[in-house]
């Protein structure tokens, strides 16, 4: 009977102990959804609407990742799908400040330069911050050049900011480009 009792009380205190953790951890835990979005454009020799070098050398993965109200991660990931026609290449992340907003960098790289071979690949992630409302571009090229020729190719973001949040983000057409969403509910 003793053995019993010992057995239903520490069920009784383990229930109690297990919910008060429970409840308590709860507590510490934000409140409503973690939302991440991540945009991908993919431009490459098949797609229609996409900026077309005239030499088929390039594939870009351009991927912007929100990762809460004002932040953003930027994904470039540039293949060379054959030989480029110039020695030099530069592939980088740039923006168009007339009429539209500059986000700051907070971390990485914007730009890279060198020589770049069939199957190989290169990619450039940086965080940004859209510290004000309004419209923002953000572009990524793709460029093989020697002197004044050059080919290459490029993806177009435009990331709307308003009442201090990421609204929308659309390509260069105005549609929204394909997007996983991977919601965590704490």
Known sequence: MRVGSLLLLSCVLGAAVVGLLGWGTSSFVV???ILQTDFVQLVNYD????????VRWAQINHTIVVLDDRTIESILTV??????????VLIGVYFDPSGFKVPRLVDGDLEWTGALHHDQSVVIRATFELNEDGKYFLGSKAVSYLGLAEEGLGAVYY?????????KVTDQNGDVPPSTSMESKS
Do not use: H, Q, W
Not at 47 to 52: A, R, T, Y
């Open 159 to 167: 990331v709307e900011v308003g009442d201090g949040r990421i609204v």
């Open 47 to 54: 797609m229609s609407g996409s900026k077309l070098s005239a």
């Open 31 to 33: 409140s409503g959804p």
């Open 79 to 88: 293949t060379a799908i054959a030989e480029p026609p110039y020695p030099n």
